[in-house]
């Protein structure tokens, strides 16, 4: 599916609720050309199930209910295997500070990446690409569908090729933690467990919000009664974590994010409380799959009845977004989870395995060909890594 959204309305420093949306369609076969003349199309990949209405909004995107939120939320849905995703579609000044554009910026070359590069074009210093104005820099020049990657060069020595990098993207609150509660007879009433500041307390007669059951020298109970009262809709946690027993471990209480793409819950044992285990050991991940979203843009000529031996009606300059392959053969796309150490090729919408588990992950997309490749968004799916014990 396509949304087509009136430029002039959308302002890219993100205010809500963002441009007007004008239409929807189906998304076209390859090779079709569709005239954009003042409008941007945002692409919704392919199985995400999203309802636009009256109500539908673009700003701000970090509420669930925004189209970006919605659409990467029901993507995820459709590939039970991943827990996480991570997105960029392109359409606010805040999305342009997710590139990387530093000299030297880590890129794949022949000699970190799996399979190796294939092509003889020179290794970048910097990325080669068409970006707008980051945060804090004028709106003018950032629309959405500007975001390209130029075609390689081939007037120089050494050519080389179009790419954009992003910048390092920290995994390390997307995997679980942990709370085992290792000795229940330490445990004593009034011990605090603390997740993101908000006291969680044992107590031995429960009467009170944010207080789970403590029943001493029984750790499996004492953990399944932690976890209900951390899921329990009454207290202060379920918005923030879901809690869920270890099925090989049934003292371990995994603690995930919610939404998964919340990265800023912590969680601590209070001082001198000493009956639970806290291990906050985040691996990030070592597979990953990804969908994309690439086009190529054609704009015709102006032409009046004075521009012709013969007088004609004018002709507008029109815009098209011409319908292309995701799988283009001039794009290359790798993934690195140790910030650019290693790159590995990173086909569309396949797993990929990147051997060594990593929480530094970058994504960088290369233009081998001779025309721009401009990229309508793209998401990174992972799966929770269990933290080694």
């Keep these: ?20 949306i004008v239409r929807t369609d189906s998304t076209p076969v390859q090779g079709v050309s569709t005239p954009i003349n003042g409008q941007w199309v945002f692409p919704v990949p392919e199985g995400a199930a999203l309802t636009v209405d009256s109500d539908s909004f673009w700003f701000p995107q970090a509420d669930l209910g925004s189209i970006p939120s919605k659409t990467a939320a029901e993507f995820l849905i459709r590939y039970p295997m991943y827990e996480h995703i991570i997105y960029n579609f392109y359409i606010e000044n805040s999305d342009v500070d997710a590139f990387d554009l530093t000299n030297p910026t880590p890129q794949p070359t022949t000699g970190n990446t799996t399979p190796v590069l294939p092509t003889a074009l020179g290794a970048n210093t910097v990325p080669r690409c068409q970006l707008g104005g980051p945060t804090g820099a004028p709106s003018a020049g950032m629309v959405p569908n500007s975001l390209a990657m130029l075609p390689r060069t081939e007037g120089r020595a050494s050519n080389l090729y179009g790419s954009m990098v992003t910048a390092m993207i920290d995994l390390w609150y997307f995997n679980p933690c942990y709370i085992e509660v290792i000795d ?6 009034g011990d ?16 009170l919000p944010d207080e789970f059951l403590l029943v001493p020298g029984n750790a499996t109970t004492t953990a399944l009664n932690l976890a209900n009262a951390i899921n329990d809709g009454a207290n202060s946690f379920s918005t923030l974590v879901l809690a869920t027993v270890d099925p090989t471990v049934p003292t371990r209480i995994q603690l ?21 285990t806290i291990v906050e050991s985040h691996p990030g991940t070592d597979e990953v799959m990804m969908w994309w979203e690439i086009n190529r843009m054609t704009t015709s000529e102006d032409q009046g009845s004075t521009q012709a031996s013969t007088p004609t009606l004018n002709t507008p300059a029109v815009k098209n977004l011409v319908e292309i392959s995701a799988e283009d053969t ?36 290369i233009n081998t060909g001779t025309s721009k490749l401009y990229v309508g968004g793209f998401c990174v799916l992972f799966p929770d890594l269990l933290a080694p014990l």
């Design 256 to 276: 995930r994010p919610v939404p998964p793409t919340n990265t800023q819950v912590t969680v601590a044992a209070a001082g001198g409380v000493v009956g639970y």
């Design 192 to 207: 605090v467990v603390s997740l993101d500041g908000i006291p969680m307390t044992a107590r031995a007669v429960v009467t």
């Design 330 to 365: 001039s794009l290359l796309v790798y993934v690195s989870v140790d910030d650019g150490v290693s790159w590995y090729l990173t086909p569309y919408l396949e797993p990929v395995d990147l051997i060594s588990a990593g929480t530094e992950l970058r994504v960088a997309f």
């Design 184 to 189: 229940p007879v330490t445990l004593v009433d």
């Design 1 to 20: 599916m396509r949304i087509f959204t009136d430029i002039a309305s959308h302002d890219t420093t993100g205010v809500a609720p963002g441009g007007r």
